[in-house]
């Protein structure tokens, strides 16, 4: 079971980033899938998730209307859209898939793919 968690990078304010999640060793939709963010010095954050039966999304009141959380299931990828991005949301960027109870908490899943940095600067 792996995660793949690519896309990061530099970008101005106001600007946009895809990030994606491949999946291998199990279908996405087996599991649902979060992202989560760390930045220097601060604790780890929940910014969205997507249900692995219905599709429904969640998202911290920190992105919500920003980010768009989708899954492509023939790809076995969930990707995060990120618009109109902000300094505060320069981290390192992580998906995690599992079974959560509290679907943006961290200590809920069970997998986690390694981490995408994203930077956002003038």
């Known amino acids: 079971v792996q995660l793949q968690a690519s896309g990061g990078g530099s970008v101005q304010p106001g600007g946009s980033l895809r990030l994606s999640c491949a999946i291998s060793g199990f279908t996405s939709g087996a599991h649902a899938i979060g992202w989560f963010r760390q930045a220097p010095g601060k604790e780890r954050e929940g910014v969205s998730y997507?249900?692995?039966?219905?599709?429904?999304?969640l998202y911290s009141n920190s992105v919500k209307g920003r980010f768009t959380i989708s899954r492509d299931k023939a790809k076995n990828t969930v990707y995060l859209q990120m618009n109109s991005l902000e300094p505060e949301d320069t981290a390192v960027y992580y998906c995690?898939?599992?079974?959560?109870?509290?679907?943006?908490?961290?200590?809920?899943?069970?997998?986690w793919g390694q981490g995408t940095l994203v930077t956002v600067s003038s």
């Open positions: 997507i249900s692995s039966s219905d599709g429904t999304t």
């Open positions: 995690a898939a599992g079974w959560p109870s509290i679907p943006l908490i961290g200590s809920e899943y069970d997998y």
